[in-house]
């Protein structure tokens, strides 16, 4: 810790993590949302920070404490995450997205608590967000680097290799949910990197053993940082 700044990694960039999840309200007491934590966007927004990065943490509602030295930006909806990330993108020469963001939120907003009135069933209208990842993708320049997560259940690979091309990410970080060690709410990740390859159908892939999210937060920047390096030489 006693390194001078200037030599460490990521010293002189800006870095913009997304975490957590969104939450999507249907009346004043009631919302969809998903199980993440946000222990892994906040790992990697910390270790960004100790790898010498001045670093923006767009968060979703999480139990986590705002992390020192980082500028936190709170946000509730899909919606909000959004609004955040493109007020930062553009200052961002790496930009990291781990939020497990709502896919649907209600089409309408009740401003009333819903009531039962005796009903057995209701019918729930849904509409798409905004894709964040894909977002950024299509606004990216040549000199920033994009990293996407992805979480499965099925057929890991061909459906994270088809997120890295479409949201035009230097780097996707996948998971699969029943992988013992991975998902939600653990302390530890067991994931599948993938990199742009030769042809789009072609992607390099490697499989990293299960380490703390910690661990797989420094590897995941230290990856990161090389590829810039690369693609600047
Ligand atoms: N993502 C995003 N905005 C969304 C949905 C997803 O920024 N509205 C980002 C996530 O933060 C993650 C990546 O896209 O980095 C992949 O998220 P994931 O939910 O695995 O994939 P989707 O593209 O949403 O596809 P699906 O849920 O249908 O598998
Ligand atoms: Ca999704």
């Excluded at 959004?82 to 309408?108: C, K, S, W, Y």
Aim: hydrophobic share 40%.
């Amino acid at each position: 810790a006693n390194q001078p700044a200037e030599t460490l990694p990521l010293h002189g960039l800006h870095v913009l993590v997304t975490a957590g999840p969104t939450q999507e309200p249907l009346d004043p007491v009631r919302y969809l949302t998903n199980h993440s934590t946000g222990k892994m966007g906040y790992a990697i927004a910390e270790q960004a920070r100790d790898m010498g990065a001045d670093v923006t943490l767009v968060s979703g509602p999480v139990t986590l404490s705002a992390p020192r030295g980082i500028d936190t930006v709170h946000v509730t909806t899909a919606q909000q995450m959004f609004n955040a990330v493109q007020e930062h993108f553009t200052q961002a020469d790496l930009t990291i997205m781990a939020a497990a963001v709502g896919d649907f939120r209600p089409i309408e907003q009740s401003s009333e608590k819903i009531k039962k009135n005796g009903r057995i069933n209701i019918d729930l209208q849904l509409t798409s967000n905004p894709d964040i990842l894909a977002w950024a993708g299509e606004h990216k320049t040549a000199d920033q680097t994009l990293c996407g997560f992805a979480m499965e259940t099925q057929d890991l690979e061909s459906n994270a290799a088809k997120k890295l091309t479409s949201k035009h990410c230097s780097m996707l970080v996948a998971n699969n949910l029943n992988t013992p060690g991975a998902g939600f709410a653990v302390d530890t990740n067991v994931v599948t990197v993938l990199k742009p390859g030769a042809t789009p159908d072609e992607p390099i892939i490697e499989h990293w053993n299960k380490m703390s999210k910690q661990e797989l937060a420094e590897r995941i920047l230290t990856e990161l940082a090389a590829l810039r390096n690369t693609e600047s030489a």
